[in-house]
């Protein structure tokens, strides 16, 4: 009886954890769907976007798709910031480690748009290459 309740949690963490592998596998294929319109895209689970030309498109991965979704015109950007912790940073001295967000100030926007990452790297070349692309 005992060895019975002490698997019963271990049974319950093993039914958690399908649950939970088969959830994300979901957003990933829905996300695969939603990235195949884009030149360049990247998921992780704070945020999905995705690049076709000067625009950029970025949402809340479900497993339904893509929610929340917002678009903004490269040509309306006029700075680009890393954010990781709240701070600026370089993308030259970028810390591996950290919450990082791609602030992107806009002409047509009174707040600027800030697109959260899970790896400040991943941020910081995302960040370069959209450096690039406006001054292209």
Same mark, same amino acid.
């Given at each position: ?15 958690? @954890? ?7 596998? $979901?957003?990933?294929?829905? #996300?695969?769907?939603?990235?195949? $319109?884009? /030149? ?5 689970? #704070? ?30 950007? $006029? ?7 709240? /701070? ?14 791609? /602030? ?14 899970? /790896? ?9 290459? @959209? $450096? ?5």
């Amino acid at each position: 009886m005992e060895r019975g309740l002490f698997w019963l949690p271990l049974l319950a963490l093993f039914i958690w @954890l399908t649950w939970a592998g088969w959830n994300e596998y $979901q957003k990933l294929e829905a #996300y695969k769907v939603w990235a195949a $319109q884009f /030149e360049r895209s990247k998921y992780d689970v #704070y945020a999905v976007l995705g690049q076709k030309g000067h625009e950029l498109t970025w949402g809340l991965p479900t497993r339904k798709g893509t929610v929340n979704l917002e678009t903004v015109s490269l040509n309306d950007v $006029q700075a680009i910031r890393l954010l990781v912790n709240d /701070e600026s940073v370089s993308v030259d001295a970028v810390p591996t480690k950290g919450r990082a967000v791609l /602030e992107l100030t806009c002409a047509d926007r009174p707040a600027p748009v800030r697109i959260p990452f899970t /790896e400040p790297p991943i941020a910081a070349k995302w960040a370069q290459y @959209l $450096q690039q692309s406006l001054q292209g």
